[in-house]
């Protein structure tokens, strides 16, 4: 497995921090999150309360929302003023107000680096921090949802210069030459801007690299936001990791592909510091194994070594099948190209590999190991033939983490994060076996029940054009229907302790149909009924999406 380009990875070490004597014992974890949506903030959470921890977020006012950028002044304050043992920040969010700020909003990077000050009076008073930066993407889209509003038009053709460069600077024939074309296609205006954004993100990871030099975080996650084999994005990855390297930051920085894990991976990472209890090692396997070789879509590495780098991000050991015993199995349901559940869902998907992944989990299992599931068959979606498989077998409920959702990286950054955690509060006696019955249960609600089955009779109802992202007002008679369908899905599932869907606090987090935010309520929770009501959805633009053209949340 490699880190870049011909580099191989080396351990992501956890270093252990002062063990928590506050009363009670619960460790306080501060997050300044990437954003303000579920996977960014219930996500770490939820793991944070595996472990017995409690995760302390900003006031919501100085978050960002969508398109409005937080409040980087008032985030530092809020850092500095927080009793916590040890600090996980977006550098994206502290510096500039947000993910998407810090694609949109104009900045300097100066004025980005001097945001992150308060890390190193935080550090100067022994408070362990843990930060994550990434590297820009560029989604091959015209929707401007998240991005420049350049985009639209121009998003589909700097996708394709991005990539040219890339080529061309690796000495590709032809490439310099489709370059010079893709760059024709673009006003000198919008190629500069976009050249110079990533210029100045280029140099601020670089700052970031300098924090974990001199000792300002403890770790550093080198995130890759939707990535391709060739890409602007690809080249300052591999550029990144080679710095890392040089300067001597093996083991405390990780880049890989993902971002709305990162900082779920990095809290994962800092329990295993503050809980104690040694290292913990993963063994990464698959039923054919030649498919951790593939490559998923919109990354652009194999899937087994971003299960790897996941891994090592959290703080774990990543081996192979062969090595020494591990604390637990990681099953990868690997990329089968049938189809992409937020753009083209498959018709119907390959029914014998989930049939012998959920025998050899129910094997392990039955053999004393710990067991967790990712499924990175098909993108933005849950394989239904695994999830159908691994109920017939027994298991979902005695798994130790599963996941589905978005890229692999997503998946496979979850899904280390939980186990991890888990692992971890086992050994220390801090286990909450309420809070790890209800994440299992929540990601197969959402990744399964949601992403591959609900979505899309909701975007059919509505009218949605799966290639952009739609407009859902919050009081849309759509979420009465996909309440009802999240109950249903919870019906098929046997086992969690009668937890229940609670239709009252379904909604869509950014008000389209691309992800979904509930929660789960002890016993049997009353499902409204849908009616017939005609719905339509609000489109972004009123621009059709260019040929081809896939949704911009989830493509380099």
């Known amino acids: 497995m490699t880190a870049g380009p011909g580099r191989p990875t080396a351990p992501y070490t956890a270093a252990p921090h002062a063990t928590v004597q506050r009363p009670g014992g619960r460790p306080r974890i501060a997050l300044v999150p990437l954003d303000e949506r579920p996977a960014c903030t219930a996500l770490p959470r939820m793991v944070a309360a595996v472990a017995g921890a409690d995760l302390l977020l900003p006031p919501a006012a100085a978050l960002p929302a969508l398109r409005r950028p937080g409040d980087p002044a008032a985030l530092g304050s809020w850092l500095a003023a927080t009793d916590a043992d040890a600090a996980v920040v977006s550098l994206e969010t502290l510096g500039h107000g947000g993910l998407i700020a810090s694609r949109t909003r104009p900045a300097t990077v100066a004025s980005a680096t001097a945001a992150w000050e308060p890390l190193r009076a935080l550090a100067a008073r022994g408070t362990p921090v843990h930060a994550v930066t990434l590297v820009t993407r560029t989604p091959d889209?015209?929707?401007?949802?998240?991005?420049?509003?350049?985009?639209?038009?121009?998003?589909?053709?700097?996708?394709?210069?991005?990539?040219?460069?890339?080529?061309?600077?690796?000495?590709?024939?032809?490439?310099?030459?489709?370059?010079r074309d893709a760059a024709g296609r673009v006003p000198p205006e919008v190629r500069a801007d976009f050249l110079t954004r990533r210029l100045r993100n280029h140099a601020v990871n670089l700052a970031a690299l300098e924090l974990a030099a001199d000792g300002t975080v403890r770790s550093l996650v080198v995130g890759a936001d939707d990535t391709a084999p060739h890409g602007l994005a690809t080249a300052e990855l591999h550029w990144l990791d080679r710095w890392a390297d040089w300067l001597g930051l093996r083991g405390r920085v990780a880049v890989r592909p993902g971002a709305d894990e990162a900082c779920t991976a990095l809290v994962a990472r800092t329990l295993l510091g503050l809980l104690g209890g040694?290292?913990?090692?993963?063994?990464?396997?698959?039923?054919?194994?030649?498919?951790?070789?593939?490559?998923?879509?919109?990354?652009?590495?194999?899937?087994?070594?971003?299960?790897?780098?996941?891994?090592?991000?959290?703080?774990?050991?990543?081996v192979a099948p062969e090595g020494p015993a591990p604390d637990a199995v990681l099953l990868v349901h690997t990329p089968d190209g049938a189809g992409d559940w937020a753009v083209a869902p498959p018709a119907a998907t390959d029914p014998a590999p989930s049939a012998a992944l959920a025998a050899r989990a129910a094997r392990l299992l039955d053999g004393g190991h710990a067991v967790a599931v990712a499924d990175c068959a098909q993108p933005n979606g849950a394989d239904p033939a695994l999830v159908a498989a691994l109920a017939a077998e027994g298991v979902l409920e005695r798994l130790t983490s599963y996941a589905g959702w978005n890229t692999a990286g997503n998946t496979l950054g979850t899904v280390a994060a939980h186990t991890v955690a888990a692992v971890a509060a086992r050994r220390t006696g801090r286990f909450d076996a309420d809070a790890h019955r209800r994440l299992l249960l929540h990601r197969l609600l959402e990744d399964w029940g949601y992403m591959a089955s609900a979505r899309g009779r909701a975007r059919a109802a509505l009218g949605s054009d799966p290639a952009r992202h739609d407009r859902v007002p919050a009081d849309h008679p759509v979420l009465a229907a996909v309440a009802a369908d999240l109950a249903a899905c919870r019906d098929r599932l046997p086992g969690f302790g009668g937890l229940a869907v609670d239709p009252r606090s379904v909604v869509l987090p950014w008000n389209r149909t691309f992800e979904v935010d509930f929660a789960l309520t002890q016993g049997a929770a009353a499902v409204p009924a849908t009616a017939d009501v005609p719905v339509t959805a609000v489109p972004v633009t009123a621009t059709g999406p260019a040929a081809g053209a896939r949704p911009a949340e989830e493509q380099e």
């Open 141 to 179: 889209s015209a929707d401007a949802m998240e991005e420049p509003a350049y985009w639209d038009p121009h998003g589909p053709d700097l996708h394709r210069l991005s990539a040219a460069l890339h080529r061309a600077a690796d000495g590709e024939a032809g490439a310099a030459a489709e370059a």
């Open 278 to 318: 040694g290292p913990v090692v993963v063994r990464v396997e698959a039923v054919d194994p030649a498919g951790l070789r593939r490559t998923a879509p919109y990354e652009n590495v194999p899937v087994g070594t971003t299960a790897a780098r996941q891994l090592e991000a959290c703080g774990a050991t990543a």
